[in-house]
């Protein structure tokens, strides 16, 4: 799941600030810093504490007033300094650990000559941007991203005329008043905006388009709605846009033209629909593409195989035509490629040998028939191959077993032939979630030894021809998934399984077997977070065994299940389905005539 939801952040951002800051010329005599600055630095310095967290940097090391003119606060760390001047015009304090509250009394905003500003990655506690904010009218760089700043944008951020790069990104803030068209209608020279998670809850104004001189637009989570104005993706810089994850945003891509710049293009989770134009093989430059999850329609256009500059291209779950998608293999320098749900068929698999340098590669539930080339375990670098729910036949080449980087495995619902040792996925040190389920072959667990096997999250062995629970699993205590449906496993439920991954596990799945009964007597299971339990069409005797108070669906029927049943099940305060229909005799609590009618018994 990782990987589905890794940002998509064509690597544009770093270099745009860079090249903007490092062409300040450098004059003959050099000033040291202001008295006044230097004791509002340190009086910054004092106003937070310091809590550590992963990564970063504290810059206050470097800051000391010693000294009857203390330190040249112009060499400290995070601490630019015009030259000829003296005054600081750059405080980079990013991931410099900064806790507590921030206000206009800061005397941070004494610092009237600051051109640039970055506070990005501290933790300010849920403040507000304090309204002092406006008194650094000289800002042409402002990042507060992700610092724990909450509430409304003051006015005062959209009076920063001089404005280039702002990123309010990864806070808990608001644009609704002032608005996301006031801030478009104000900072007209702004060339980066990053408004990442920032609650426009608004269309997009049509004064976006004004801002000709834009490289970089993100607008994810914003609460957008309304349809996206077409003239935002003609602004003449743009670099990259992104309005992913806007859900009521709707839109259509427009015709492109020739020699634009755009490399990042994301529009994935809205509503956007419509055809993919032909003409977005124009854009020569796309390194990144993500259009998944929305009501795009019509055909893949096959001009896609000129963007050979493509390093991620996601077009999963959206209503193509039926396609076949030979040239994929143009794509050489495609490091992600997901093309789930997109109604595409054939042989996709032989396209992709030229691939070499896929980390994932997601093609489920497409009609995909193929075998699974040997060649695939050449592209070493995968981490996440998921061919599941396609019509992929023939036996499973054994260079697959080679993928060590491996933490996604997901071959469901095919029609791949053979037997194979389990112990030889289990083999794949990294892997993590593993689903085998119904495929046509048989699972060899009698070689499996207990040593160093991969910590599980999700696995799914249905139809595997099982015919003894896999004792490799009594040292798994990370499952949250694990069905062994449909398989041919006989006897009593080893004590071990009743409490497998106790923490973890939501839903356990041995439908289908041959079960008779469990090695101890259960009064409850030990399960905290299990939410669905399915042991139907087994041949269980005895008691009804009364699940956790997590449970919500509960399947038992078509067993051989006799006896009370306790009354303890009526008392299932998360239960929302329990089918126990066709159990024999068994007899029935009074309280359960007074559930809900989603119960079959
Ligand atoms: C952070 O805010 C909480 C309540 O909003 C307050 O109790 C706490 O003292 C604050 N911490 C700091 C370091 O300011
Ligand atoms: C700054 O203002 C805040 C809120 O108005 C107040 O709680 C704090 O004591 C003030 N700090 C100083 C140093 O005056
Ligand atoms: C765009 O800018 C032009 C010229 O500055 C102005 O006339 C027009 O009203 C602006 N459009 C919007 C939608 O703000
Ligand atoms: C790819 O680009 C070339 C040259 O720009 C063009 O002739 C060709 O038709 C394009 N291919 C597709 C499939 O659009
Ligand atoms: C693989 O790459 C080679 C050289 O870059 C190219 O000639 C060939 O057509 C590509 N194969 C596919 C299937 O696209
Ligand atoms: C895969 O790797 C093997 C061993 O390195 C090599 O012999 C084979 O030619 C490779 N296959 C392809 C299709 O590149
Ligand atoms: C299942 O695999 C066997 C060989 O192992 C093969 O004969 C049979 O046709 C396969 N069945 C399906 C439905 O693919």
């Known amino acids: 799941m990782g990987l589905l939801s890794q940002p998509f952040v064509p690597k544009c951002s770093l270099f745009l600030i860079l090249s903007l800051f490092l062409t300040r010329c450098v004059s003959s005599v050099k000033q040291p810093c202001l008295y006044s600055?230097?004791?509002a630095l340190l009086q910054l310095k004092e106003s937070f504490i310091l809590k550590k967290s992963a990564s970063g940097h504290p810059k206050f090391g470097s800051w000391k007033g010693e000294g009857e003119d203390g330190g040249d606060c112009c060499s400290w760390d995070g601490v630019e300094c015009d030259d000829s001047t003296g005054h600081v015009t750059g405080l980079d304090l990013g991931s410099s650990f900064l806790h507590g509250s921030i206000h206009s009394n800061n005397s941070l905003f004494q610092l009237h000559h600051l051109r640039k500003l970055d506070l990005s990655d501290n933790d300010f506690n849920g403040s507000k941007i304090p309204l002092a904010?406006?008194?650094?009218?000289?800002?042409?760089?402002?990042?507060?991203?992700?610092?724990?700043f909450s509430g409304q944008i003051p006015y005062e951020v959209l009076e920063l005329s001089k404005l280039v790069i702002l990123d309010l990104s990864g806070n808990d803030l608001e644009l609704r008043k002032p608005s996301l068209k006031s801030l478009a209608e104000r900072l007209i020279n702004l060339k980066h905006l990053n408004l990442d998670g920032v609650k426009a809850s608004s269309t997009i104004p049509q004064s976006l388009a004004n801002l000709s001189s834009l490289t970089y637009?993100?607008?994810?989570?914003?609460?957008?709605?309304g349809e996206f104005p077409v003239?935002?993706?003609?602004?003449?810089?743009l670099q990259y846009l992104s309005a992913c994850d806007n859900t009521f945003l709707t839109g259509r891509l427009p015709e492109f033209a020739k020699n634009t710049s755009l490399e990042g293009l994301g529009v994935a989770r809205t509503s956007f629909s419509g055809e993919l134009p032909k003409s977005i093989g124009n854009l020569k430059s796309l390194r990144g593409?993500?259009?998944r999850d929305c009501n795009f329609s019509g055909p893949i256009p096959t001009s896609i195989a000129n963007l050979t500059q493509l390093t991620f291209l996601a077009l999963g779950q959206n209503e193509f035509s039926p396609t076949t998608l030979s040239w994929l293999g143009k794509l050489s320098?495609?490091?992600a490629l997901e093309l789930d749900s997109t109604n595409s068929k054939g042989d996709v698999l032989s396209s992709l040998k030229n691939l070499t340098m896929l980390n994932e590669l997601l093609v489920s539930q497409n009609q995909f028939s193929s075998r699974i080339p040997s060649w695939l375990g050449n592209l070493t670098r995968l981490v996440y191959i998921d061919l599941g729910v396609n019509e992929l036949w023939g036996p499973l080449p054994t260079s697959i077993f080679t993928l060590v980087n491996l933490e996604v495995l997901d071959l469901e619902i095919n029609h791949i032939s053979g037997s194979y040792n389990l112990e030889s996925f289990l083999n794949l040190k990294n892997v993590r979630h593993l689903q085998l389920a119904s495929n046509n072959f048989?699972?060899?667990?009698?070689?499996?030894?207990?040593?160093?096997v991969p910590k599980l999250t999700y696995l799914t062995l249905d139809s595997c021809n099982l015919?003894?629970?896999?004792?490799?699993?009594?040292?798994?205590?990370?499952l949250q998934f694990l069905s062994l449906a449909d398989n041919k496993i006989h006897g009593l439920i080893p004590k071990w399984l009743w409490g497998l991954s106790a923490e973890t596990l939501e839903v356990l799945d041995l439908r289908g077997n041959f079960l008779t009964g469990f090695h101890q007597p259960i009064v409850v299971p030990p399960w905290t977070n299990i939410r669905e339990l399915d042991l139907s069409s087994n041949k269980l005797q005895g008691s009804l065994p009364v699940p956790p108070a997590s449970i919500a669906h509960y399947y038992a029927s078509n067993n051989l299940l006799k006896g009370e049943i306790s009354s303890m099940i009526c008392n299932l305060p998360s239960i929302t389905l329990l089918d126990i229909s066709n159990i024999a005799c068994g007899m029935l609590p009074p309280c359960l005539g007074n559930l809900s009618n989603h119960f079959q018994y």
């Open 37 to 39: 600055e230097r004791s």
């Open 133 to 148: 904010i406006g008194r650094l009218s000289r800002l042409s760089h402002l990042d507060l991203s992700f610092s724990e």
């Open 217 to 225: 637009l993100s607008l994810e989570y914003c609460e957008l709605h």
């Open 231 to 237: 003239d935002v993706f003609q602004l003449p810089n």
């Open 289 to 291: 593409l993500q259009l």
């Open 333 to 335: 320098k495609l490091t």
């Open 442 to 452: 048989s699972l060899l667990t009698s070689t499996v030894t207990n040593v160093s």
């Open 467 to 478: 015919l003894e629970f896999p004792n490799f699993l009594s040292s798994q205590h990370e």
